[in-house]
């Protein structure tokens, strides 16, 4: 479980392709304080430590986790998110994220709103309805708060530390980040449901 508060930006360092697939991930956190089997989210996704040393720590990803995140598009450099998984007593500063991705959004604009950038996204149709304004959405692993909501469509807006202390600084439209709906939207629908 994580808070969607990214703590480093790490970079894709080498991928391996051969059964599930392997990525090193260049980071300057550090790795001696992570154990073997470690959590860490990367880019809002739960991945095991399944090596490490100082300066990089590895990670494998199933054909699953490809197919329904952006994990499949990374290439050498590709700039990551990084958070270690909560301990108890920690801070919880953004939402409970559990780094289970539900669906990859597209960025469709960004506009600037002050010193702010206000990002339009494109959710797939089926987790559009978990979306609400002034509710919280992860992505790329960043716990968000959403401004907007028309349709398929919402929007956040991106201070100018989160550009600075993650990858959005970097993002332009077209892109795609992994999207991680509020794990209590989703069960407040599943009850209404069975009503």
Same mark, same amino acid.
């Given at each position: 479980?994580?808070?969607?508060?990214?703590?480093?930006?790490?970079?894709?360092?080498?991928?391996?392709?051969?059964?599930?697939?392997?990525?090193?991930? =260049?980071? $300057?956190?550090?790795? @001696?304080?992570?154990? /073997? %089997?470690?959590?860490?989210?990367?880019?809002? +996704?739960? *991945?095991?430590?399944?090596?490490?040393?100082?300066?990089?720590?590895?990670?494998? =990803?199933? $054909?699953?986790?490809? @197919?329904?995140?952006? /994990? %499949?598009?990374?290439?050498?450099?590709?700039? +990551?998110? *990084?958070?270690?998984?909560?301990?108890?007593?920690?801070?919880?500063?953004?939402?409970?994220?559990?780094?289970?991705?539900?669906?990859?959004?597209?960025?469709?604009?960004?506009?600037?709103?002050?010193?702010? *950038?206000?990002?339009?996204?494109?959710?797939?149709?089926?987790?559009?309805?978990?979306?609400?304004?002034?509710?919280?959405?992860?992505?790329?692993?960043?716990?968000?708060?959403?401004?907007?909501?028309?349709?398929?469509?919402?929007?956040?807006?991106?201070?100018?530390?989160?550009?600075?202390?993650?990858?959005?600084?970097?993002?332009?439209?077209?892109?795609?980040?992994?999207?991680?709906?509020?794990?209590?939207?989703?069960?407040?629908?599943?009850?209404?449901?069975?009503?």
């Amino acid at each position: 479980m994580f808070t969607g508060i990214v703590t480093h930006i790490g970079r894709v360092a080498a991928i391996e392709r051969s059964g599930d697939s392997r990525f090193t991930i =260049a980071t $300057d956190m550090d790795m @001696a304080a992570v154990p /073997l %089997g470690a959590s860490i989210a990367n880019n809002g +996704v739960c *991945l095991t430590v399944v090596a490490r040393e100082p300066g990089w720590f590895a990670v494998q =990803a199933s $054909d699953e986790t490809l @197919a329904c995140t952006t /994990l %499949g598009g990374w290439r050498d450099g590709t700039p +990551v998110n *990084l958070e270690r998984s909560l301990r108890l007593g920690d801070e919880l500063g953004g939402h409970l994220v559990f780094g289970h991705v539900d669906g990859v959004a597209t960025v469709v604009s960004l506009t600037p709103a002050n010193e702010s *950038l206000r990002f339009e996204f494109e959710a797939p149709k089926a987790l559009a309805r978990f979306i609400a304004v002034k509710g919280s959405v992860a992505l790329d692993g960043v716990s968000l708060t959403v401004n907007e909501v028309a349709g398929s469509r919402f929007s956040i807006n991106i201070i100018p530390h989160t550009q600075q202390c993650t990858t959005f600084g970097t993002m332009k439209p077209g892109q795609t980040v992994n999207l991680e709906v509020d794990m209590l939207a989703r069960y407040v629908a599943r009850l209404g449901e069975a009503l």
